[in-house]
């Protein structure tokens, strides 16, 4: 199926792997023009050739307001503009109640949901302008249903996406569009590390297996397509049926 974006302009943060980069690849696949962002030069670079179609790599620490708008303004300036912007980070470190400070929790809110409040204010207002923009955040599945041991997330991802729902009705006559995906598990550094990489962790998953960047990447770029336009203000799990919640 053709998404009917061919020739639209995305910024993807965090994307050098994982499901940023998975999202990065689906959307360059359809003949988005993408820019990429990670923390080290060598890795970004990689990134940008394999997912090819003239991806464009950019050095960028989103984990604070001045690097996420940062990387917006200069995806925007190596593309000239932007109609898609994909909101990403890395996760913030594990633990419980007991074994976390105070001041770990203003870390956790600065990456994962500042920064992409950030990126928001940078890259909609011209969205608005043009009539027609994808915003879509790449969260958790701790949205629906906070995971044991994950505070930081659990409570930073719940600030952003307040943010978002809240944004997607402002913007929505503007034919902008503000959804965020929510990752169960899917196989990445990530979830290796939390888990360690020996773990059966597909044995908990209603569909058997576990996801890979390619599974989350193609629900992503359909999010961002013309056909998606009636679709904003949503928080979409992506997990194999993990979620046992009726809604
Ligand atoms: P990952 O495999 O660890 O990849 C993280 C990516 O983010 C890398 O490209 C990394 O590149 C980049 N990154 C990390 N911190 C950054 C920063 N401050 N500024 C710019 N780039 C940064 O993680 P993932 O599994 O793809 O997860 C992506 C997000 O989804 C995370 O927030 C994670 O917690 C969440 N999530 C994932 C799953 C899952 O199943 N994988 C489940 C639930 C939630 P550099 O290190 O080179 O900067």
């Not at 639209?8 to 994307?15: E, N, Q």
Request: glycine share 14%.
């Amino acid at each position: 199926m053709d998404l009917g974006i061919a020739g639209r302009r995305a910024a993807v943060s965090a994307a050098s792997k994982g499901l940023g980069f998975g999202v990065a690849q689906a959307l360059a696949a359809e003949g988005v023009h993408v820019a990429v962002c990670g923390r080290r030069r060598d890795t970004i670079d990689a990134a940008a050739v394999e997912i090819g179609h003239d991806a464009v790599p950019i050095v960028a620490d989103v984990s604070n307001v001045d690097g996420a708008a940062g990387f917006v303004r200069d995806a925007r300036a190596a593309l000239g503009g932007l109609d898609i912007l994909v909101l990403n980070a890395g996760g913030p470190p594990a633990g419980d109640f007991e074994h976390t400070t105070v001041e770990q929790y203003v870390e956790a809110f600065e990456l994962n949901c500042h920064g992409g409040i950030a990126m928001c204010y940078e890259g909609v207002p011209e969205m608005r302008e043009r009539g027609w923009g994808r915003v879509l955040a790449i969260t958790s599945i701790a949205v629906r249903q906070p995971i044991p041991n994950l505070i930081l997330s659990n409570t930073a991802r719940a600030g952003l996406t307040g943010f978002l729902r809240t944004l997607s009705r402002e913007v929505a006559r503007d034919g902008v569009t503000v959804n965020s995906l929510l990752p169960g598990l899917h196989a990445t550094d990530r979830i290796a590390t939390l888990h360690g990489s020996d773990a059966d962790l597909a044995a908990g998953v209603p569909a058997g297996f576990i996801g890979d960047p390619g599974d989350f990447g193609r629900v992503g770029a359909f999010v961002c397509s013309e056909h998606a336009r009636y679709l904003t203000g949503t928080a979409i799990q992506v997990d194999g049926g993990v979620y046992g919640g009726l809604l």
